[in-house]
């Protein structure tokens, strides 16, 4: 009787360490489904007040001097990424030239990779025996790339030229007068951040414009032409004429759509820009 007792009790011991086993896994299995929980509604806040604030950003004004961040282009490439991109890239060193503006240089080639390439070849020949880095950001406008030098995106690489192509987005946004303010903000941070660097503009290239538009490409071209004029190691350069037709109009056989060159328009663009890379 008392063997028997003994393993009765025995075994009730052994089940009651079974259930606490059991119990202390469940209690861990809900602990971390508890953290995955929160973590996955963390992110999920986190992603919807980003998303709210870039839009705050962009349609509470249209401002071209006043720096905000944007991601309108999010479905081709991620904007904060490629900021993040670019400013590791910056530990490796300077370079000898930074091109600097929105999806017209961030297609062309260079690093960071872009998701869209159409002038790899042209670029590489542009840039032989030099160093550069591509800091085109596809939709940016004119306030975009401000906040870009505002956090020194630029200065990160220490060039010895910066080559500004910017505007284009800003055309249904701003009178030529507006953007021409905004890229001589830009120019003005620019300065401050590298004193010695020769800084080139490049006009608003001709393209297909939207139905309504505040300003026309020709307008801001006049605008910076007429104001950066003078302006010590700031050089304007238009290449308008060499996209258009005796008309007047753009030349299709440039561009893969209406604003963006394709590999033919990237290596006109890079023939005009050779003498200014290579002086």
Known sequence: MALRGWRCLRNNLSLMRYFEEISSHLRQMIVMIAISLMQRWIWFIWSVVTTVVVVAA??????????????????????????????????????????????????????????????????AELFDQKTSVNLGFGWDRVENVLWRVQQQQVKAFQPKAVVLLIGTNNLERNTAVEIRTGIEEILRLLRQQLPTAELHVMGILPRQLPAQVKARPEEVNRQLHEHLAGCEKVHFHDLSALFVDQEGKWKTDLMSDGLHPNELGYQVLGKALKPIIHP
């Open 58 to 123: 962009e349609g509470e004004s249209s401002v071209t001097t006043k720096p905000v961040t944007q991601n309108r282009d999010h479905a081709i490439y991620d904007w904060p990424t490629r900021h993040r991109e670019v400013m590791e890239l910056s530990k490796r060193g300077p370079v000898d030239v930074v091109m600097l503006g929105d999806s017209i240089l961030h297609y062309w080639g260079g690093e960071p990779k872009a998701p869209i390439v159409r002038g790899e070849k042209s670029w």
